[in-house]
Protein backbone atom coordinates (compact mmCIF):
# COMPACT_ATOMS: atom_id res chain seq x y z
CA UNK A 1 0.00 0.00 0.00
CA UNK A 2 1.26 3.55 0.06
CA UNK A 3 3.60 4.95 2.58
CA UNK A 4 2.95 5.21 5.96
CA UNK A 5 -0.15 3.21 5.46
CA UNK A 6 -0.95 -0.59 6.08
CA UNK A 7 -3.26 -3.03 4.86
CA UNK A 8 -5.30 -3.37 7.99
CA UNK A 9 -5.04 0.50 8.53
CA UNK A 10 -6.27 0.92 4.60
CA UNK A 11 -9.01 -2.20 5.17
CA UNK A 12 -10.12 -0.20 8.61
CA UNK A 13 -10.52 2.89 6.78
CA UNK A 14 -12.37 1.79 3.61
CA UNK A 15 -14.91 -0.06 6.05
CA UNK A 16 -15.38 3.12 8.39
CA UNK A 17 -16.10 5.08 4.95
CA UNK A 18 -18.55 2.26 3.76
CA UNK A 19 -20.39 2.30 6.71
CA UNK A 20 -20.83 5.93 6.96
CA UNK A 21 -21.88 5.53 3.22
CA UNK A 22 -24.71 3.06 4.32
CA UNK A 23 -25.63 5.00 7.52
CA UNK A 24 -26.22 8.54 4.95
CA UNK A 25 -28.75 6.37 2.97
CA UNK A 26 -30.38 4.08 5.25
CA UNK A 27 -31.12 7.76 7.51
CA UNK A 28 -32.12 9.44 4.23
CA UNK A 29 -34.70 6.79 3.19
CA UNK A 30 -35.92 6.09 6.75
CA UNK A 31 -35.79 10.26 7.89
CA UNK A 32 -39.23 10.60 8.25
CA UNK A 33 -39.59 7.05 10.26
CA UNK A 34 -36.82 9.10 12.55
CA UNK A 35 -38.65 12.08 12.93
CA UNK A 36 -41.75 10.15 13.79
CA UNK A 37 -39.81 8.28 16.68
CA UNK A 38 -38.16 11.45 17.76
CA UNK A 39 -41.81 13.16 17.84
CA UNK A 40 -42.78 10.00 20.05
CA UNK A 41 -39.72 10.86 22.47
CA UNK A 42 -40.94 14.60 22.66
CA UNK A 43 -44.46 13.82 23.37
CA UNK A 44 -43.03 11.09 26.14
CA UNK A 45 -41.08 13.29 27.70
CA UNK A 46 -43.67 16.02 27.78
CA UNK A 47 -45.87 13.79 28.94
CA UNK A 48 -43.38 12.08 31.96
CA UNK A 49 -43.55 15.44 34.01
CA UNK A 50 -47.05 15.03 34.84
CA UNK A 51 -46.85 11.39 35.00
CA UNK A 52 -43.56 12.10 37.62
CA UNK A 53 -46.10 14.23 39.59
CA UNK A 54 -48.83 11.97 39.63
CA UNK A 55 -46.57 8.97 40.70
CA UNK A 56 -45.15 11.53 43.58
CA UNK A 57 -48.60 11.88 44.73
CA UNK A 58 -48.66 8.04 45.33
CA UNK A 59 -50.43 6.62 42.08
CA UNK A 60 -48.73 3.78 40.67
CA UNK A 61 -47.01 4.56 37.13
CA UNK A 62 -49.20 2.70 34.97
CA UNK A 63 -52.60 4.45 36.44
CA UNK A 64 -50.53 7.83 36.10
CA UNK A 65 -49.81 6.97 32.55
CA UNK A 66 -54.02 6.18 31.72
CA UNK A 67 -55.06 9.44 33.78
CA UNK A 68 -52.84 11.66 31.60
CA UNK A 69 -53.37 10.14 28.52
CA UNK A 70 -56.80 9.87 28.62
CA UNK A 71 -56.90 13.45 30.22
CA UNK A 72 -54.84 15.08 27.19
CA UNK A 73 -57.18 12.87 24.66
CA UNK A 74 -60.33 14.08 25.85
CA UNK A 75 -59.18 17.87 26.53
CA UNK A 76 -58.37 17.62 22.49
CA UNK A 77 -61.88 15.75 21.97
CA UNK A 78 -63.66 18.41 24.02
CA UNK A 79 -61.79 21.35 22.28
CA UNK A 80 -62.49 20.14 18.97
CA UNK A 81 -66.63 19.34 19.66
CA UNK A 82 -66.57 22.71 20.59
CA UNK A 83 -64.90 24.25 17.71
CA UNK A 84 -65.51 22.27 14.43
CA UNK A 85 -68.99 22.78 14.64
CA UNK A 86 -68.70 26.43 15.17
CA UNK A 87 -66.23 26.67 12.01
CA UNK A 88 -68.68 24.59 9.74
CA UNK A 89 -71.42 26.90 10.59
CA UNK A 90 -70.19 30.10 9.71
CA UNK A 91 -68.32 28.66 6.98
CA UNK A 92 -71.39 27.38 5.59
CA UNK A 93 -73.00 30.67 6.31
CA UNK A 94 -70.00 32.88 4.52
CA UNK A 95 -70.27 30.91 1.52
CA UNK A 96 -74.29 30.74 1.33
CA UNK A 97 -73.96 34.87 1.31
CA UNK A 98 -70.77 34.61 -0.61
CA UNK A 99 -72.67 35.41 -3.81
CA UNK A 100 -74.90 37.96 -2.70
CA UNK A 101 -72.01 40.36 -1.45
CA UNK A 102 -69.83 39.64 -4.33
CA UNK A 103 -72.76 41.12 -6.88
CA UNK A 104 -73.26 43.93 -4.29
CA UNK A 105 -69.19 44.98 -4.14
CA UNK A 106 -69.24 44.27 -7.98
CA UNK A 107 -72.07 47.09 -8.30
CA UNK A 108 -70.48 49.72 -6.17
CA UNK A 109 -67.35 49.05 -7.55
CA UNK A 110 -68.49 49.37 -11.11
CA UNK A 111 -70.00 52.20 -9.86
CA UNK A 112 -67.23 54.02 -8.57
CA UNK A 113 -65.12 52.95 -11.28
CA UNK A 114 -67.03 54.85 -14.47
CA UNK A 115 -67.60 57.88 -12.44
CA UNK A 116 -63.53 58.15 -12.86
CA UNK A 117 -61.19 59.87 -15.06
CA UNK A 118 -60.24 58.00 -18.21
CA UNK A 119 -56.42 57.90 -17.34
CA UNK A 120 -57.67 56.49 -13.70
CA UNK A 121 -59.84 53.84 -15.47
CA UNK A 122 -56.84 52.71 -17.41
CA UNK A 123 -54.94 52.38 -14.12
CA UNK A 124 -57.61 49.98 -12.44
CA UNK A 125 -59.05 46.21 -13.12
CA UNK A 126 -62.12 46.03 -14.68
CA UNK A 127 -64.17 43.82 -13.22
CA UNK A 128 -67.32 44.45 -15.37
CA UNK A 129 -66.95 41.08 -17.31
CA UNK A 130 -66.74 38.85 -14.19
CA UNK A 131 -69.24 36.88 -12.67
CA UNK A 132 -70.11 34.67 -9.80
CA UNK A 133 -70.54 31.83 -11.91
CA UNK A 134 -66.83 32.41 -13.08
CA UNK A 135 -65.25 32.26 -9.76
CA UNK A 136 -67.02 29.68 -8.95
CA UNK A 137 -66.37 27.08 -12.04
CA UNK A 138 -62.24 28.22 -11.28
CA UNK A 139 -62.54 27.63 -7.34
CA UNK A 140 -64.14 24.34 -7.73
CA UNK A 141 -61.52 23.07 -10.86
CA UNK A 142 -58.48 24.23 -8.38
CA UNK A 143 -60.33 23.11 -4.89
CA UNK A 144 -61.48 19.19 -6.90
CA UNK A 145 -58.23 17.86 -6.78
CA UNK A 146 -57.13 18.82 -3.34
CA UNK A 147 -60.31 16.72 -2.47
CA UNK A 148 -59.41 14.07 -4.34
CA UNK A 149 -56.41 13.67 -2.59
CA UNK A 150 -57.99 14.54 0.75
CA UNK A 151 -58.71 11.15 1.86
CA UNK A 152 -55.53 9.76 1.21
CA UNK A 153 -53.64 12.75 3.25
CA UNK A 154 -56.07 12.06 6.40
CA UNK A 155 -55.72 8.61 6.61
CA UNK A 156 -51.97 8.73 6.06
CA UNK A 157 -51.50 11.82 9.30
CA UNK A 158 -54.09 9.87 11.25
CA UNK A 159 -51.92 7.11 10.79
CA UNK A 160 -48.99 8.32 11.83
CA UNK A 161 -50.55 9.92 14.75
CA UNK A 162 -51.83 6.59 15.79
CA UNK A 163 -47.68 5.21 15.38
CA UNK A 164 -46.44 8.48 17.18
CA UNK A 165 -49.09 8.18 20.26
CA UNK A 166 -48.55 4.56 20.65
CA UNK A 167 -44.49 4.93 20.52
CA UNK A 168 -44.70 7.59 23.23
CA UNK A 169 -46.70 5.49 25.31
CA UNK A 170 -44.33 2.30 25.41
CA UNK A 171 -41.83 5.05 26.13
CA UNK A 172 -43.62 5.92 28.84
CA UNK A 173 -44.42 2.12 30.48
CA UNK A 174 -40.86 1.64 31.21
CA UNK A 175 -38.13 3.96 29.91
CA UNK A 176 -35.55 2.35 32.08
CA UNK A 177 -35.48 -0.78 29.39
CA UNK A 178 -34.52 1.73 26.72
CA UNK A 179 -31.97 3.86 28.99
CA UNK A 180 -30.28 0.11 30.38
CA UNK A 181 -30.05 -1.10 26.35
CA UNK A 182 -28.34 2.05 25.23
CA UNK A 183 -26.05 1.75 28.27
CA UNK A 184 -25.47 -1.79 27.56
CA UNK A 185 -24.22 -0.87 24.20
CA UNK A 186 -21.86 1.52 25.17
CA UNK A 187 -18.47 0.51 26.19
CA UNK A 188 -18.12 0.07 30.20
CA UNK A 189 -15.50 3.14 30.59
CA UNK A 190 -17.93 5.17 29.10
CA UNK A 191 -21.28 4.57 30.75
CA UNK A 192 -20.96 7.22 33.06
CA UNK A 193 -20.62 10.09 30.23
CA UNK A 194 -23.03 8.37 28.06
CA UNK A 195 -26.10 8.46 30.88
CA UNK A 196 -24.57 12.17 31.18
CA UNK A 197 -25.40 13.47 28.19
CA UNK A 198 -29.04 11.29 28.07
CA UNK A 199 -29.65 13.10 31.25
CA UNK A 200 -28.54 16.98 29.46
CA UNK A 201 -30.99 15.67 26.39
CA UNK A 202 -33.74 15.48 28.50
CA UNK A 203 -32.76 18.52 30.60
CA UNK A 204 -32.55 20.09 26.49
CA UNK A 205 -36.07 19.36 25.84
CA UNK A 206 -37.23 20.19 29.41
CA UNK A 207 -36.23 23.45 28.56
CA UNK A 208 -38.21 23.78 25.40
CA UNK A 209 -41.05 22.63 26.73
CA UNK A 210 -40.74 25.19 29.00
CA UNK A 211 -40.35 27.97 26.88
CA UNK A 212 -42.70 26.92 24.76
CA UNK A 213 -45.40 26.25 27.47
CA UNK A 214 -45.04 30.40 28.27
CA UNK A 215 -45.42 30.71 24.74
CA UNK A 216 -48.82 29.39 24.62
CA UNK A 217 -49.74 30.65 27.75
CA UNK A 218 -49.30 34.13 27.02
CA UNK A 219 -50.17 34.11 23.44
CA UNK A 220 -53.39 32.32 24.00
CA UNK A 221 -54.60 34.83 26.62
CA UNK A 222 -53.63 38.10 24.81
CA UNK A 223 -55.47 36.71 21.74
CA UNK A 224 -58.57 35.70 23.62
CA UNK A 225 -58.88 39.00 25.41
CA UNK A 226 -58.32 41.12 22.90
CA UNK A 227 -60.74 39.11 20.11
CA UNK A 228 -63.29 38.51 22.40
CA UNK A 229 -63.22 42.09 24.88
CA UNK A 230 -61.93 44.27 22.36
CA UNK A 231 -63.31 43.45 19.26
CA UNK A 232 -66.34 40.72 20.69
CA UNK A 233 -65.50 38.04 18.26
CA UNK A 234 -67.17 34.78 19.01
CA UNK A 235 -65.02 31.81 20.57
CA UNK A 236 -62.48 33.95 20.98
CA UNK A 237 -61.12 31.83 23.59
CA UNK A 238 -60.76 29.17 20.95
CA UNK A 239 -59.50 31.16 18.60
CA UNK A 240 -56.92 32.20 20.97
CA UNK A 241 -56.02 28.54 21.82
CA UNK A 242 -55.39 27.81 18.28
CA UNK A 243 -53.18 30.77 18.27
CA UNK A 244 -51.80 29.03 21.07
CA UNK A 245 -51.11 26.03 19.68
CA UNK A 246 -49.32 27.46 16.48
CA UNK A 247 -46.32 29.10 18.27
CA UNK A 248 -45.55 25.61 18.77
CA UNK A 249 -44.22 26.48 15.13
CA UNK A 250 -42.42 29.57 15.21
CA UNK A 251 -42.28 32.23 12.58
CA UNK A 252 -44.86 30.38 10.47
CA UNK A 253 -47.06 29.13 12.72
CA UNK A 254 -48.52 32.57 13.11
CA UNK A 255 -50.09 32.27 9.88
CA UNK A 256 -52.37 29.26 10.38
CA UNK A 257 -54.94 30.94 12.65
CA UNK A 258 -55.52 33.58 10.16
CA UNK A 259 -57.93 31.32 8.62
CA UNK A 260 -60.52 30.91 11.44
CA UNK A 261 -60.38 34.05 12.92
CA UNK A 262 -61.03 35.51 9.76
CA UNK A 263 -64.00 33.36 9.13
CA UNK A 264 -65.46 33.62 12.51
CA UNK A 265 -64.85 37.66 11.85
CA UNK A 266 -66.90 37.72 8.67
CA UNK A 267 -69.39 35.52 10.06
CA UNK A 268 -69.75 38.37 12.66
CA UNK A 269 -69.33 41.60 11.34
CA UNK A 270 -67.00 42.12 7.83
CA UNK A 271 -66.49 45.64 8.82
CA UNK A 272 -64.04 44.61 11.93
CA UNK A 273 -61.89 41.95 9.95
CA UNK A 274 -58.64 44.74 9.31
CA UNK A 275 -58.89 45.90 12.83
CA UNK A 276 -59.67 42.50 14.06
CA UNK A 277 -56.16 41.19 11.52
CA UNK A 278 -54.36 44.06 12.66
CA UNK A 279 -54.59 43.13 16.06
CA UNK A 280 -53.82 39.85 15.90
CA UNK A 281 -50.54 40.06 13.84
CA UNK A 282 -49.69 43.00 16.33
CA UNK A 283 -49.98 40.43 19.39
CA UNK A 284 -48.23 37.87 17.00
CA UNK A 285 -45.22 40.79 16.63
CA UNK A 286 -45.02 41.40 20.53
CA UNK A 287 -44.63 37.85 21.45
CA UNK A 288 -42.76 36.57 18.74
CA UNK A 289 -39.74 39.15 18.73
CA UNK A 290 -39.87 40.38 22.20
CA UNK A 291 -41.87 37.88 24.64
CA UNK A 292 -40.91 34.51 23.27
CA UNK A 293 -37.28 35.00 22.16
CA UNK A 294 -36.71 36.55 26.14
CA UNK A 295 -37.11 33.38 27.18
CA UNK A 296 -35.99 30.57 24.87
CA UNK A 297 -32.74 32.55 24.91
CA UNK A 298 -32.68 32.37 28.81
CA UNK A 299 -33.90 28.70 28.90
CA UNK A 300 -31.65 27.21 26.35
CA UNK A 301 -30.15 30.26 24.65
CA UNK A 302 -30.61 29.53 20.84
CA UNK A 303 -30.26 32.56 18.59
CA UNK A 304 -33.78 33.75 16.85
CA UNK A 305 -31.60 33.35 13.21
CA UNK A 306 -30.03 29.92 13.64
CA UNK A 307 -34.02 28.83 15.00
CA UNK A 308 -35.48 30.26 11.48
CA UNK A 309 -32.59 28.92 9.45
CA UNK A 310 -32.60 25.12 10.92
CA UNK A 311 -36.63 25.67 10.06
CA UNK A 312 -35.94 25.97 6.82
CA UNK A 313 -33.54 22.93 6.68
CA UNK A 314 -35.72 20.51 8.76
CA UNK A 315 -38.30 20.95 5.82
CA UNK A 316 -36.38 20.77 3.01
CA UNK A 317 -35.18 17.38 5.14
CA UNK A 318 -38.20 16.25 6.51
CA UNK A 319 -41.43 18.00 5.62
CA UNK A 320 -43.94 19.50 7.77
CA UNK A 321 -42.84 17.20 10.67
CA UNK A 322 -39.63 19.11 10.43
CA UNK A 323 -40.90 22.69 10.83
CA UNK A 324 -42.56 20.79 13.81
CA UNK A 325 -39.99 19.57 15.25
CA UNK A 326 -37.29 21.88 14.41
CA UNK A 327 -36.79 23.75 17.69
CA UNK A 328 -36.57 20.42 19.77
CA UNK A 329 -34.30 19.16 17.12
CA UNK A 330 -32.19 22.12 16.95
CA UNK A 331 -31.84 21.62 20.67
CA UNK A 332 -30.81 18.24 20.79
CA UNK A 333 -27.94 18.77 18.13
CA UNK A 334 -26.53 21.49 20.25
CA UNK A 335 -26.72 19.28 23.32
CA UNK A 336 -25.01 16.60 21.73
CA UNK A 337 -22.14 19.06 19.87
CA UNK A 338 -21.62 20.88 23.23
CA UNK A 339 -21.34 17.45 25.73
CA UNK A 340 -19.45 15.22 22.72
CA UNK A 341 -17.17 17.84 20.72
CA UNK A 342 -16.98 20.86 23.00
CA UNK A 343 -16.69 19.14 26.62
CA UNK A 344 -15.40 15.77 25.70
CA UNK A 345 -13.29 16.23 22.65
CA UNK A 346 -12.05 19.83 23.09
CA UNK A 347 -11.74 19.76 26.74
CA UNK A 348 -13.88 22.96 26.91
CA UNK A 349 -16.12 21.97 29.42
CA UNK A 350 -17.24 24.85 31.99
CA UNK A 351 -14.86 27.12 29.82
CA UNK A 352 -17.04 30.39 29.04
CA UNK A 353 -16.03 32.33 26.51
CA UNK A 354 -17.47 36.61 25.33
CA UNK A 355 -17.01 39.09 23.28
CA UNK A 356 -16.44 42.52 24.29
CA UNK A 357 -15.89 45.26 21.72
CA UNK A 358 -13.97 48.38 22.47
CA UNK A 359 -14.68 50.70 19.50
CA UNK A 360 -15.45 50.10 15.63
CA UNK A 361 -11.95 48.16 15.48
CA UNK A 362 -10.52 46.20 18.42
CA UNK A 363 -12.19 42.80 20.21
CA UNK A 364 -11.75 41.60 23.22
CA UNK A 365 -12.08 37.60 23.47
CA UNK A 366 -12.49 37.15 27.16
CA UNK A 367 -12.24 32.72 28.05
CA UNK A 368 -12.97 32.50 31.69
CA UNK A 369 -11.65 28.50 32.70
CA UNK A 370 -12.55 27.34 35.61
CA UNK A 371 -10.11 26.33 38.88
CA UNK A 372 -9.63 23.00 39.43
CA UNK A 373 -8.96 23.92 42.99
CA UNK A 374 -12.06 25.45 43.69
CA UNK A 375 -10.72 29.20 43.85
CA UNK A 376 -11.50 31.58 41.09
CA UNK A 377 -11.79 30.79 37.60
CA UNK A 378 -9.08 31.90 35.36
CA UNK A 379 -9.80 34.44 32.81
CA UNK A 380 -7.80 35.13 30.09
CA UNK A 381 -8.58 38.39 27.64
CA UNK A 382 -7.28 38.04 24.11
CA UNK A 383 -7.57 41.86 21.48
CA UNK A 384 -7.41 41.39 18.40
CA UNK A 385 -7.45 44.59 15.87
CA UNK A 386 -9.72 44.82 12.96
CA UNK A 387 -7.34 46.38 9.79
CA UNK A 388 -9.86 46.29 6.55
CA UNK A 389 -11.68 43.19 6.37
CA UNK A 390 -9.25 40.86 8.28
CA UNK A 391 -8.55 40.58 12.07
CA UNK A 392 -4.81 41.04 13.42
CA UNK A 393 -4.04 39.46 16.31
CA UNK A 394 -1.66 40.91 18.70
CA UNK A 395 1.85 39.47 19.49
CA UNK A 396 1.16 37.49 23.05
CA UNK A 397 -2.46 37.19 24.88
CA UNK A 398 -3.30 39.64 27.47
CA UNK A 399 -3.51 37.42 30.97
CA UNK A 400 -4.89 38.47 34.12
CA UNK A 401 -4.68 36.67 37.30
CA UNK A 402 -7.40 34.77 39.41
CA UNK A 403 -9.89 37.44 40.35
CA UNK A 404 -11.93 36.66 43.32
CA UNK A 405 -15.52 37.19 41.27
CA UNK A 406 -17.83 34.14 41.80
CA UNK A 407 -18.83 31.88 38.98
CA UNK A 408 -22.07 32.90 37.30
CA UNK A 409 -24.98 30.80 38.15
CA UNK A 410 -25.83 28.02 35.56
CA UNK A 411 -29.48 28.71 36.60
CA UNK A 412 -29.20 32.18 35.85
Do not use: C
Amino acid sequence: MGAGLTYSEFLKRLVTIVVVVIGVIGFWYLRQVIMLAFLSAVIAVSLSLPVGRLEKSGMRRSVAIAVTVTGVLSVIALFLAIILPAMLTDTTTLVEQFPDAFNEVRSEYITWYLDQDANIRNLLPDINELNIDQITSDAADFVSPLLADAGGIVLGVLGNILVVVLVAVFLLLDPKDYVRGIIMLTPPEYRSRALEVMVQLRASLTAWLTALTFSITVTTFMVAIALGIIWDVPNALALGVIAGLMTIIPNIGLIVPIIPISIFTLADDPVKLPFVLATYIAIQTIESNILTPSIVKQQMNIPAALTFLFQLISAVLFGFIGILMAVPLLATIITLVRELYVNDALGQQGVKVDLEYDGADTIHVVTSTPNQDGGAPLVVTQTFQAIGPQVMPPPEDIAKEPNNIPEPNEDS
